[in-house]
């Protein structure tokens, strides 16, 4: 199996090296490099939108979830696809007017008019600490393929991940890792809907346990889901995908087409999870320990002519995601970090800087792909209050922005290592109260000033 697989493989670093190359253009501006822009179609929009947000926590992390723990999967990442289309729904259009009045290129700079510069680089550095583990999960899944397929070991594939999540987001920036997405957004689905009908055809029936179970309990389960249900303002490489609609009509198309595509691939990843559980309770399919290799067992079940494209969609995922969050975290640390306008060779730098870091967090492979994902979002909910603020509320300025970052991502952080219950409940109590703390103090001195 493993020559069609490195054909293939072959196949779809040179269309994707190809695409990049010719979007590249010698002399760019860092708009257009890590924004497109601000010039991209409906269609397009979405399936960026699409690819970068449904990344190997799907095929690799949510088949095996939902393997594991039952109809309690569902439930959560289908509360996370309701939160995140009722916030672009609620808050996209102001996000899109903001950026192209502000000029926001990085999505931090939505901050720094209201909460000043300081606001920014924290902003940075805490994105900087969630998003390396989330973009190394990708890594991990990707490594974990090239080992069951290409024959690498885990150290080599890892390398070699690393090397593929870099390339295309160095040579073509924005333009070229969204075309690329839009087509492995299109492969994801289809080879997935082939996965599903393989898997209904192998193990008849499903099994989903019960919920709330002895996984999915109430705290368990609103720990992961709160996370996940405000993904879509919280986490910096999704956010700055809505400066890019070149219209409004184009950013209504981008959420609708989304909504359809991650009903449509959450309901497929799910039930292939579910169907291979029931296989396991009839004893056609091996009772995996490991969750996250179970869709590795049904892809050594699988012919040829499906376990080979179904893995490629794996990689897909996992690439399309990793290297928007490179070339958004590189956007963020050339203009919030360093103030570096028109410099697209510095964020090139920094895209290979940031790849090596998420390189050496991968050899750790510290983690389940689900945990790993779910606790760099609980990081991110800092962010939240802030947003919230720029829309909603006229007090907070400086010191609200430091408290809350500082308050929020510390409290995450302690919280998530000393394994309390609900704490990601306890992240976001945190984090907006310490938004109104800064903000009182910000009362105080303005007054006093």
Request: charged residues 10%; contains cysteine; positive net charge.
């Amino acid at each position: 199996m493993s020559f069609p697989f490195l054909l293939l493989l072959g196949a779809y670093l040179i269309a994707g090296t190809t695409i990049a190359i010719l979007v590249h253009r010698a002399r760019q501006t860092q708009e257009e490099y890590f924004i497109g822009g601000r010039r991209i179609g409906g269609v397009v929009s979405a399936l960026t939108y699409a690819a970068t947000t449904y990344s190997a926590f799907m095929m690799v992390g949510l088949v095996g979830l939902s393997y594991g723990t039952g109809i309690g999967a569902l439930v959560f990442e289908l509360s996370y696809l309701a939160g995140t289309v009722f916030l672009l729904s609620v808050y996209g259009k102001k996000i899109w007017r903001m950026s192209r009045e502000t000029g926001a290129i990085s999505p931090m700079e939505l901050f720094t008019m209201r909460y000043g510069r300081t606001s920014a680089v924290l902003g940075t550095a805490v994105s900087i600490v969630a998003l390396i583990p989330y973009t190394s999960s990708q890594v991990i899944g990707l490594a974990l393929v090239f080992q069951n397929f290409g024959g690498f070991n885990f150290t080599v594939g890892v390398s070699f991940a690393a090397v593929i999540v870099a390339l295309w987001a160095l040579l073509g920036g924005l333009r070229g890792v969204a075309l690329t997405d839009s087509f492995q957004g299109v492969f994801m689905l289809v080879a997935a809907l082939a996965g599903f009908f393989w898997v209904q055809g192998r193990f008849p029936g499903i099994e989903l346990q019960q919920f709330p179970g002895t996984f999915w309990t109430l705290p368990r389960f609103v720990n992961f889901t709160l996370p996940w249900f405000f993904f879509a303002l919280t986490n910096p490489q999704v956010l700055q995908r809505l400066f890019i609609p070149k219209d409004t009509g184009s950013l209504k198309r981008m959420i609708l087409y989304f909504a359809i595509f991650g009903l449509l691939y959450t309901l497929i990843v799910t039930f292939i999870g579910f169907a291979a559980r029931g296989g396991a309770q009839a004893g056609l399919f091996p009772a995996v320990q490991d969750r996250d290799s179970v869709i590795l067992e049904l892809l050594e079940m699988m012919g040829t002519w499906l376990a080979v494209p179904l893995a490629l969609s794996i990689i897909f995922a996992a690439v399309s995601t990793a290297n928007s969050i490179i070339l958004t975290l590189s956007s963020m640390v050339v203009r919030d970090l360093f103030r570096a306008r028109g410099k697209v060779w510095m964020g090139r730098s920094f895209i290979l800087l940031l790849t090596f870091l998420v390189f050496l967090f991968s050899l750790m492979r510290p983690n389940y792909i689900v945990e790993l994902a779910v606790a760099s979002s609980s990081i991110l909910l800092c962010f939240l209050p802030l947003l919230f603020g720029l829309f909603h509320w006229k007090c907070g300025g400086r010191y609200a922005a430091v408290f809350t970052l500082a308050g929020g991502a510390g409290a995450a952080l302690i919280l998530r290592a000393a394994g309390v219950p609900l704490s990601s409940v306890y992240t976001l109590f945190a984090a907006f109260a310490a938004f109104f703390v800064g903000a009182l103090l910000d009362s105080r001195i303005k007054k006093s000033g």
